[in-house]
């Protein structure tokens, strides 16, 4: 079964997001979008492919239970069966599985603290 097959996103932690957003503008050049920056690239099946870059609040309640300053979204070919493994595997959730418009996601937290989102993309 395959599992992670890339990264889906890189969400950071800001004591001051607008700041943050303008130096990565500016000194990286990345075009940003109000929610962050989305890089697009072929992956077939699905041409419409993509990872983003996204900034939260230095107080977001997003990454919790994590303490980290980022959460790093790996992409995955079939988040039902990686959960399923997962499971089998003892490796605790957090939370529930979620179905949105993006696709679907679940969490799970690392060796190290660290929350882990994966993330399904919906078909193109």
């Known amino acids: 079964m395959k ?3 890339g990264i889906g996103g890189i969400f950071l932690k800001c004591n001051d997001v607008e700041r943050s957003r303008a130096w990565y503008a500016k000194h990286l050049g990345i075009s940003l979008e109000s929610w962050g920056a989305q890089f697009s690239f072929r ?3 699905n041409p419409e492919a993509y990872s983003v870059l996204s900034f ?4 977001s309640p997003y990454f919790q239970p994590s303490n980290g300053s980022f959460m790093i979204n790996f992409r995955v ?3 039902d069966a990686l959960v399923a493994a997962l499971r089998q595997e003892d490796v605790e959730l957090v ?3 979620i179905v949105e418009e993006f696709g ?3 969490w799970v937290i690392d060796p190290d603290g660290n929350k882990i ?3 399904e ?3 193109a």
Do not use: T, Y
């Not at 939260?56 to 107080?59: E, P, T």
């Open 3 to 5: 599992r992670v097959i």
């Open 43 to 45: 992956d077939e099946p």
């Open 56 to 59: 939260f609040k230095s107080d």
């Open 77 to 79: 070919h079939d988040l």
């Open 95 to 97: 939370g529930d599985p």
């Open 104 to 106: 679907k996601f679940a």
């Open 117 to 119: 989102e994966l993330w």
């Open 121 to 123: 993309q919906p078909p």
